[in-house]
């Protein structure tokens, strides 16, 4: 369900603009390739699973928009392109676009999803485009759907609708139709880890409050979704990864969210 706080209508969609009635007032906001994630309360962790994963929590959310897709290699060319990354993140010197690892092989294939970037890489990008990361309870909230499915596309694994260690590697994005999650989104489970906004804690989940966005400080960040690496444990959408900010790898990839207004 739509959250209450937030009182809203859809009344036009026309390629990739969207019409907002927000209190009485028509506002447009370009979309992209979004989708819309309903706010309302949704459940995170799971009471078998792993013990960062415990005790199931819940949490409740801002509808707010996420990338149907995971960033490309195209799409992230764009940026180096422009030449437009910021430096204001912490730990990054750098006044330039970083070129992600094994560059010249990541051309070869425009339509895979970007990987070897890192947290910061993920979070100028980001910014350039006027989008963030997802936080890791809006990323869980929308690959469960309102349904609390364990994978995307429901509750049961099978190699058929994602990316994963029974495949053959990485593949382009939306590969898999057939593993979108509820509300439209591909490669949730699969493919590739994705960057979340928030750090890392072990024990979090007893400290949720209305619309988390992760400890005020650590050491690692969360990643989520697993990848074309990962066995089935790995690719539940309860389960936790994470790395130092600084850490790149040929499977770590990151799309992007946004509020919605």
């Known amino acids: 369900s739509i959250h209450t706080n937030t009182i809203y209508m859809i009344i036009r969609s026309e390629f990739a603009r969207t019409y907002f009635i927000f209190f009485g007032k028509r506002v447009a906001i370009f979309l992209g390739k ?30 707010f928009f996420l990338d149907k897709q995971e960033v490309t290699v195209q799409e992230y060319q764009g940026f180096l392109n422009a030449n437009a990354f910021v430096s204001s993140y912490e ?30 890489d993920a979070c100028a990008y980001a910014q350039w485009t006027g989008k963030r990361l997802p936080t890791e309870a809006e990323w869980e909230r929308a ?13 049961v694994f099978d190699s058929k609708r994602c990316a994963s260690s029974a495949t053959l590697g990485l593949q382009s994005v939306g590969t898999f139709p057939q593993g979108q999650s509820s509300e439209g989104c591909f490669d949730l ?34 990643l989520r979704g697993g990848s074309f690496l990962s066995t089935p444990h790995e690719l539940r959408a309860t ?12 499977d770590i990839g990151f799309r992007c969210a946004k509020d919605a207004p």
């Open 143 to 155: 690959t469960r759907g309102s349904e609390n499915k364990f994978y995307a596309y429901g509750s």
């Open 34 to 63: 979004m989708v819309f994630i309903p706010g309302g309360t949704s459940v995170m962790g799971d009471p078998n699973g792993d013990e960062d994963e415990k005790p199931p929590s819940r949490v409740v959310l801002k509808g």
């Open 239 to 250: 389960y936790r990864n994470k790395a130092s900010p600084n850490f790149r790898n040929f």
């Open 91 to 120: 730990g990054e010197n750098s006044t330039s676009a970083r070129v992600p690892f094994r560059w010249e092989e990541q051309l070869k294939n425009p339509y895979a999803p970007i990987v070897g970037v890192t947290w910061f």
């Open 189 to 222: 489970t699969g493919n590739v880890w994705e960057w979340c906004q928030d750090w890392y804690q072990k024990d979090y989940y007893g400290l949720f409050r209305d619309n988390p966005e992760g400890p005020e400080m650590g050491t690692q960040k969360v």
